[in-house]
């Protein structure tokens, strides 16, 4: 028998629609009584979104392929 998952884990599967039906509900209860999860969250999306806001688009190259790492 496995371990139950740490319910803190859950968070960011939880926002991916990445959980099961028992997961989300138990994750849904712990956060009517802990909103810290969120709070982390909103507070990383922020800053992430921030970031990205702030970087230039990389330079384009003649081969968007080599690009991305892709060899044709």
């Given at each position: 028998?496995?371990?139950?998952?740490?319910?803190?884990?859950?968070?960011?599967p939880?926002?991916?629609?990445?959980?099961?039906?028992?997961?989300?509900?138990?994750?849904?209860?712990?956060?009517?009584?802990?909103?810290?999860?969120?709070?982390?969250?909103?507070?990383?999306?922020?800053?992430?979104?921030?970031?990205?806001?702030?970087?230039?688009?990389?330079?384009?190259?003649?081969?968007?392929c080599?690009?991305?790492?892709?060899?044709?």
């Open positions: 028998m496995t371990p139950p998952p740490d319910i803190h884990a859950l968070t960011g939880s926002v991916l629609n990445a959980v099961d039906d028992s997961e989300r509900a138990a994750f849904e209860q712990h956060l009517a009584n802990c909103s810290a999860e969120v709070d982390e969250l909103r507070e990383s999306v922020t800053r992430l979104s921030l970031y990205v806001a702030r970087q230039p688009p990389p330079a384009q190259s003649g081969n968007d080599v690009s991305f790492g892709v060899n044709r």
